[in-house]
C-alpha cells in the first residue's frame, strides 16, 4: 500500500510539474522559537532561517514550494539568577503550499526538521545537549509575504 501511494505521487508530481513553470531562488526570514512540554521558565529566541527554495506554478494563483532550510531555534530558561541560552540548529524541509493573488502570498504546509546540533550555553560555559532532544521535528508552517 505504501509504494502505491509512494508511486500514485510521484507519478502526480512529474504530471504537474511538466505543465508547469518552475523557479529557483534563496529564501531568509526570522524565527520565533520556543520549547514546550517539561519546562517551565521559557523565554522566546529570535533566530534566523535560510536556504534554497523551488517555486513550482500550478496556476496563476496556486504554487507549490518545497524548501531547504537552515534554521536556528531554541529559548531561553532562567534558573535562580542565571539564564541559560539554547541553540538549536535545525535542516528543515517544508512544503509550501501557495496562494498568490496581486503579488501577495499566503502560504501554508508541513515540515519535517533534522535536529544538526544543540547547545546550552550559560556563564560563557557550553555544552552539547543534543541527546536530550529528538532527532526528528514534524511541524506546520503558516507564512505570508510579498514577490
Same mark, same amino acid.
Given at each position: 500500500? !505504501? *509504494?502505491?501511494?509512494?508511486?500514485?505521487?510521484?507519478?502526480? =508530481?512529474?504530471?504537474?510539474?511538466?505543465?508547469?513553470?518552475?523557479?529557483?531562488?534563496? !529564501?531568509?526570514?526570522? &524565527?520565533?522559537?520556543?520549547?514546550?512540554?517539561?519546562?517551565?521558565?521559557?523565554?522566546?529566541?529570535?533566530?534566523? &532561517?535560510?536556504?534554497?527554495?523551488? *517555486? +513550482?506554478?500550478?496556476?496563476? =494563483?496556486?504554487?507549490?514550494?518545497?524548501?531547504?532550510?537552515?534554521?536556528?531555534?531554541?529559548?531561553?530558561?532562567?534558573?535562580?539568577?542565571?539564564? +541559560? *541560552?539554547?541553540?538549536? &540548529?535545525? +535542516?528543515?524541509?517544508?512544503?509550501?503550499?501557495?496562494?498568490?493573488?496581486?503579488?501577495? +502570498?499566503?502560504?501554508?504546509?508541513?515540515?519535517?526538521?533534522?535536529?544538526?546540533? =544543540?547547545?546550552? *550555553?550559560?556563564?560563557?560555559?557550553?555544552?552539547?545537549?543534543?541527546?536530550?532532544?529528538?532527532?526528528?521535528?514534524?511541524?506546520?508552517?503558516?507564512?505570508?509575504?510579498?514577490?
Amino acid at each position: 500500500m !505504501k *509504494k502505491s501511494l509512494l508511486l500514485f505521487v510521484c507519478a502526480v =508530481a512529474i504530471a504537474t510539474t511538466s505543465q508547469a513553470q518552475v523557479r529557483f531562488g534563496f !529564501k531568509g526570514g526570522v &524565527n520565533l522559537s520556543n520549547l514546550t512540554g517539561d519546562v517551565t521558565g521559557t523565554k522566546m529566541k529570535i533566530g534566523f &532561517n535560510a536556504g534554497a527554495i523551488a *517555486k +513550482i506554478s500550478v496556476t496563476d =494563483a496556486f504554487s507549490i514550494q518545497p524548501e531547504l532550510l537552515y534554521s536556528n531555534q531554541g529559548t531561553g530558561v532562567e534558573e535562580g539568577d542565571t539564564e +541559560i *541560552k539554547m541553540h538549536l &540548529n535545525y +535542516i528543515n524541509v517544508p512544503i509550501m503550499f501557495q496562494y498568490n493573488v496581486s503579488g501577495f +502570498i499566503l502560504e501554508t504546509g508541513p515540515q519535517v526538521g533534522i535536529l544538526a546540533s =544543540a547547545k546550552a *550555553k550559560a556563564d560563557g560555559e557550553s555544552a552539547d545537549i543534543k541527546e536530550m532532544f529528538k532527532g526528528i521535528d514534524f511541524s506546520w508552517g503558516i507564512g505570508a509575504g510579498y514577490q
